[in-house]
């Protein structure tokens, strides 16, 4: 089958890493894995995920049984949330009661044996499960560009004509709404750029308007002579 989508799966266990890729790839999804090493920071391996060029991220919930890192997937979770909110992810798990206590959305747990089970599974749970991944990434992907191609128009506008100072204000807008969406999002036109360039327009404005306010007063006295 035709690889459609890429997920993420954080596991320390290379062995379940490698059934689930086998599992996934029958359904349409490249699945990769991520480099353990004993002793492991957090955010060393939110640094792999980040780079990985993803578009969900499927996480297990118990990460230190192998100890080689201190943490479990509430962390990565939280740290996903944080830096983008509105990106797909799960908590894809054995042990669905270990989890729930430390996950606030419970929606995003999913445990394994109700989706793939090891003898006969059921295709319906596994084309529900399918297509609520499915959506989750459509969802996003159309949320995030959206704002790109608004963002891609007024900078393609802005080379051939200037931009308004309302348009100005709306792609500060965008940038910042994404920025929000997605922390490591690198803003295209710095802030400090258009304020630049407001402050020049501010001083022309107000230059013509002394040359303005001059002449009227020239002018009254005239009329008063």
Sequence with gaps: METKYRIGYVDEDINQVKKYQRRFRKLGF????????KGMRLDELMDQIYNSNIDLLMIDYKLDESNKVTFNGEAVESEIYDSRPLFPHIIFTNKKDDAEPHVEDWKIIFEKDDIFNEGEEDEKKVTHFVTILERSIEQYKKHIQKRKNEISHLLEKGQSKK?????????????????????TYKVEVPEYLMLTENIAESENLKNEAELLLQKLIEKRKNNEH
């Design 30 to 37: 490249e699945v990769i894995g991520y480099d353990f090493i």
């Design 163 to 183: 931009l308004s100072s309302e348009e100005k204000h709306i792609l500060l807008k965008l940038q910042k709404e994404l920025k929000v969406l997605d922390s």
